[in-house]
């Protein structure tokens, strides 16, 4: 016949164990929200730290670019006057003096007009590129506030929902006999978190397959005591067993 009292137990730790389950759960739940928010918030700090140095970049580039504007314009100047000084000159010697730094003039000129054109360029990229990262930033930080609400509101469920569970689960485990509950923790307190499995139909641990003896089958139905799987150490119940709502 089967023992009342270890019966009752078997019904305890199976309800005990999954109120551990529902409350890791939880936890894992509230846990991997936390972790949402602080992911969302921690892209956006990168977009705005990447959005800062692009900013400063294109703010270098633009200044680069009005100075090569200048110079050019300086040489542009110079350029004209130098035409005015070949066509003033009087003999042929200072004709070819004058026309030499003339054309070594214009070389500069068109190296300066290829440099404003490469900075300008640039300056047109990084605006591009500035464009772009700002509308991902703005996108970014508008979903981190409805995020943070949206966690605030399950978070207090969440809690409301663990503290009932915990509580129920403290008010379960005083109900059991010690040597039952310490049998429990040491298990659950394993590297899986598993404490408890059912006998299969097949006769084996419903967490391992190990398969159980006989004589294990039929304490194990029979209930009269706690057996524990050979293969993980699981405490093994009825598979058919009724639970207590």
Same mark, same amino acid.
């Given at each position: 016949m089967s023992n009342p009292s270890h019966e009752s137990s078997l019904q305890l730790l199976i309800k005990l164990h999954e109120y551990?389950?529902?409350?890791?759960?939880?936890e894992r739940e509230l846990k991997q929200g936390q972790d949402d928010l602080t992911a969302a918030i921690d892209s956006v700090a990168?977009?705005?730290?990447?959005?800062?140095?692009l900013d400063a970049e294109l703010v270098r580039a633009r200044t680069d670019a009005n100075i090569a504007e200048h110079t050019a314009d300086a040489?542009?100047?110079?350029?004209?006057?130098?035409r005015s000084k070949v066509n003033q000159v009087k003999t042929e010697k200072q004709y070819g003096a004058a026309s030499l730094e003339f054309d070594l003039a214009k070389q500069d000129l068109r190296r300066l007009e290829d440099r404003v054109l490469d900075k300008m360029q640039m300056?047109?990229?990084l605006e591009g590129r500035l464009q772009a990262l700002r509308d991902e930033f703005d996108a970014a930080d508008a979903e981190v506030a409805p995020l943070g609400d949206k966690l605030e509101k399950r978070r207090a469920q969440m #809690?409301?929902?663990?503290? +009932?569970?915990r509580d129920r689960r403290a008010n379960l485990a005083i109900r059991l006999e010690a040597s039952a509950r310490s049998l429990y923790d040491r298990?659950?307190?394993?590297?899986?978190?598993?404490a408890l499995a059912p006998l299969t139909e097949e006769s084996v641990c419903g967490n391992c397959n190990t398969s159980v003896t006989v004589q294990q089958e039929m304490q194990i139905k029979?209930?009269?005591?706690?057996?524990?799987? #050979?293969?993980?150490?699981? +405490?093994?119940?009825?598979?058919?067993?009724k639970r207590e709502p």
């Open positions: 551990d389950h529902e409350i890791a759960a939880l990168g977009l705005k730290s990447r959005l800062d140095q040489k542009h100047d110079q350029l004209d006057r130098l300056v047109e990229d #809690e409301e929902e663990l503290a +009932i569970k298990i659950r307190g394993g590297r899986s978190g598993v029979g209930m009269a005591t706690l057996v524990c799987c #050979e293969g993980c150490g699981v +405490i093994l119940y009825p598979g058919d067993i």
